[in-house]
């Protein structure tokens, strides 16, 4: 299977190409310097020179609060740029797998959000996230579309993939005690992405690790707690004390009503995925 990936410095994007090529694939991983996807003819060439059969898009802007400054930017990479990918995709008949996210929803309900919820999206990044969707799906029937949230991994820069390291520098670090996702290794998405490429079935999945869910604090205890570092060095907050300019959902939980059905298992707990992480962060500071 020939596989490109967009977006391929980020990080679910290094995630997903180290899988794909730890499969045996065939990869093309392309930055943002390699393809720029809201360039129409790089975009072009780039379908014309690879010719891929399936393509993962995971280029995006996520600076959420950035996007409220320049919304014009936000729906450029986030809805624009899918829709290109998706009208190369048809025209080569490629699969194509696009990211969006959890923020699409507006936080208001009190368990789970699956497909049969409609988006209420509240700030500018998770409006250009949707169109996003919308707009992928309207341009190439042969799309799949994943909502994940709360990505954490090795490479990351978010606050969740850079606890480990910050912690154990000493720092003071708030954490928000009354905003509730799905803690999700970037690595087991990567490979729940690839798994949905094998099954090629057109859709709209949820695609988050197993569980309950958790706050950015239970996140964050859980951490410190399986790095054996002081959990005195967290201060619980509540989302509003922190007043940022994008609103996000207060809970953005989700879970999918179609992975069964098309046989994907159940991936790992978000509990066991964050021992795996702080595994590794342990393994790689040793190095």
């Known amino acids: 299977m020939k596989v490109m990936v967009t977006g391929a410095d980020g990080l679910v994007g290094r995630a997903v190409t180290a899988h794909c090529v730890a499969q045996g694939e065939g990869v093309i991983a392309l930055n943002h310097r390699d393809l720029d996807i809201t360039h129409k003819v790089k975009v072009d060439a780039a379908f014309d020179r690879e010719r891929p059969e399936v393509v993962i898009n995971c280029a995006a802007w996520t600076d959420v609060d950035a996007c409220e400054f320049d919304p014009d930017r936000a729906r450029r990479v ?56 919308r707009g992928a799906q309207a341009n190439c029937p042969r799309t799949i ?15 969740l ?3 480990v390291a910050r912690a154990r520098r000493g ?7 009354d905003s509730f996702g799905m803690p999700t290794s970037a690595r087991d998405l990567a490979a729940q992405l690839c798994r949905l490429a094998y099954l090629d079935v057109p859709g709209l999945y949820h ?18 707690e399986s790095a054996g570092l002081d959990g005195s060095l967290l201060t619980p907050v509540s989302m509003k004390s922190l007043n940022r300019p994008a609103r996000r959902p207060r809970n953005s939980r989700l879970r999918c009503l179609l992975s069964g059905a098309v046989g994907l298992e159940p991936m790992p707990f978000w509990q066991d995925a964050v021992r795996d992480f702080v595994r590794s962060e342990t393994a790689a500071q040793a190095v």
């Open 78 to 133: 986030n809805a624009y740029g899918p829709e290109l990918l998706a009208l190369g995709c048809r025209r080569v008949g490629a699969l194509l797998i696009t990211l969006s996210t959890d923020y699409v929803f507006d936080g208001e309900k009190d368990g789970f959000y699956t497909q049969r919820d409609q988006p209420n999206p509240q700030s500018i990044y998770a409006v250009s996230k949707l169109e996003g969707e």
């Open 145 to 159: 579309v994943v909502r994940s949230g709360y990505i954490f991994g090795s490479s990351g820069t978010n606050f």
């Open 161 to 163: 993939s850079t606890i």
């Open 171 to 177: 720092e003071h670090l708030q954490v928000i005690r």
């Open 207 to 224: 695609v988050v690790n197993s569980g309950d869910g958790a706050s950015f604090e239970d996140f964050a205890r859980l951490v410190l």
